[in-house]
């Protein structure tokens, strides 16, 4: 199961990445539209707007070794190497994204060497982390958790690569707390989206919450922020429909174009209440 969901994430985001950096840049997220969702802005500016908001939230003030888990083409992990000005390291499922990322990090004169500001990136399983136990202080996973088949082992993993009194900044798409148990259309929207983006299944926050807990982790605090990041889907389906990404979509594959033809799905999403971004973070 574990093996064959893992090739889907790797081919869906080796076929899709060059397209989404081309039309949207180098960031594979939402973007944050002010607390209510009502704040009009610049598309890529909303996606830097959600980093910077997610580290105010978090209280993270500094950090010299930092850990992205599904770093997409580096997006973050350079913004957070520039920004603390420290040693940030990526992974993803995505070999064409490491390497995407990798070219980033060089242009950016953040190539792994003696300088303290560098980025670098490698193809692994957050399930299973290639670091020594307490190898960093800032863990940040911003929307790579809905892709984990297990929630606990993720949250195990990160736990066990920071080092005491490090911290975790999570950022996840989540589905609306129960009870009341997902009704049957909930459920069969949830798994359209599942199969569409390549989820195993997505939990609620409070959920997330009580994994947390009973790990151990310390000082948890949590929010939905689903107002805020929403309009994001109807900017996504407008540049969707520019001829560029009409183009490109036809290059990139069939688990794309699904993609792309599903965007309403999330939207709709939002719109019921079904869908929920959530934000979850805690130390060690
Ligand atoms: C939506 S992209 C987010 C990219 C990036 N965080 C950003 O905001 O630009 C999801 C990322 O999660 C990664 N991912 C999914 N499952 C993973 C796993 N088990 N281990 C490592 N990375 C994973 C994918 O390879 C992809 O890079």
Not at 30 to 45: A, F, L, N, S, V
Not at 50 to 79: H, K, M, N, P, R
Not at 83 to 94: D, E, P
Not at 230 to 247: M, T
């Amino acid at each position: 199961m574990t093996a064959t969901l893992n090739q889907q994430i790797q081919q869906f985001y080796d076929a899709s990445s060059g397209l989404w950096e081309q039309v949207w840049g180098e960031h594979m997220h939402h973007g944050y539209y002010g607390p209510e969702g009502k704040q009009k802005k610049d598309r890529r500016q909303a996606q830097i707007d959600l980093i910077t908001e997610l580290l105010t939230w978090s209280g993270v003030q500094q950090a010299a070794q930092i850990l992205d888990v599904g770093c997409g083409i580096g997006g973050s992990s350079l913004y957070l190497a520039e920004k603390f000005q420290a040693a940030v390291t990526g992974i993803t499922l995505s070999p064409v994204q490491a390497a995407r990322a990798a070219e980033r990090a060089q242009a950016a004169g953040m190539e792994p060497r003696s300088n303290k500001v560098q980025a670098q990136f490698q193809v692994a399983d957050a399930l299973n982390m290639p670091f020594a136990s307490s190898s960093f202080d800032l863990v940040w996973s911003l929307e790579s958790g809905e892709h984990m088949p297990d929630k606990a082992k993720f949250l195990q993993e990160c736990y066990r690569v920071l080092k005491p009194g490090g911290r975790l900044i999570l950022a996840t798409w989540c589905h609306r707390p129960i009870p009341p148990a997902l009704n049957s259309e909930e459920q069969t929207h949830l798994a359209k989206i599942y199969q569409v983006y390549h989820l195993p299944y997505v939990i609620s926050l409070p959920e997330y919450e009580q994994i947390a807990q009973s790990l151990n982790w310390q000082n948890i605090r949590t929010a939905d922020w689903s107002k805020a990041v929403a309009p994001f889907w109807d900017v996504v389906i407008d540049s969707a429909l520019n001829p560029a990404s009409v183009w490109g979509l036809l290059s990139a594959g069939w688990p794309t174009i699904q993609a792309a033809l599903s965007l309403g799905l999330m939207s709709n999403g939002y719109r019921q209440g079904l869908i929920r971004f959530g934000l979850l973070t805690a130390s060690k």
